[in-house]
């Protein structure tokens, strides 16, 4: 995969995960432009569903920009995934991510 030319052409979403000191896990989705290193959004809480992560995207391309791709190798509720992308038009998956929202499984980037 080649670097991206100009921002909002590629975001990178990851999730990270710690707990706190009674040992309750939290987890964090980060959503950055892979060209600015720019961090587009932080989302945290215990519990992180397709439906949310597909509900905070839309919000931030609605409040920020759109990018042209979107890259992962997180399992990210297959059915939610899919029907966000064919929702958003012009957001492309790259392959891996592709394949994974069609057949639910992962492949890493």
Same mark, same amino acid.
């Given at each position: 995969?080649? =670097?991206?030319?100009?921002?909002? +052409?590629?975001? @990178?979403?990851?999730?990270? $995960?710690?707990?706190?000191?009674?040992?309750?896990?939290?987890?964090?989705?980060?959503? *950055?432009?892979?060209?600015? %290193?720019?961090?587009?959004?932080?989302? !945290?809480?215990?519990?992180?569903?397709? *439906?949310?992560? =597909?509900?905070?995207?839309? +919000?931030?391309? $609605?409040? /920020?920009?759109?990018?042209?791709?979107? *890259?992962?190798?997180? *399992?990210?509720? /297959?059915?939610?995934?899919? =029907?966000?992308?064919? /929702? @958003?038009? %012009?957001?492309?998956?790259? %392959?891996?991510?592709? /394949?994974? =929202? +069609?057949? %639910? @499984? !992962?492949?890493?980037?």
């Amino acid at each position: 995969m080649s =670097a991206p030319s100009r921002p909002d +052409q590629r975001w @990178s979403l990851d999730f990270v $995960w710690d707990s706190i000191s009674d040992g309750r896990r939290f987890r964090i989705l980060t959503i *950055v432009d892979d060209r600015t %290193g720019e961090c587009k959004e932080l989302m !945290a809480d215990s519990s992180l569903s397709g *439906v949310r992560v =597909a509900r905070e995207l839309d +919000q931030l391309i $609605w409040s /920020r920009s759109r990018p042209t791709t979107i *890259v992962s190798d997180n *399992v990210l509720c /297959r059915e939610n995934l899919s =029907a966000w992308v064919s /929702r @958003s038009c %012009g957001v492309r998956l790259p %392959g891996h991510l592709e /394949r994974f =929202a +069609q057949t %639910g @499984s !992962a492949v890493k980037k």
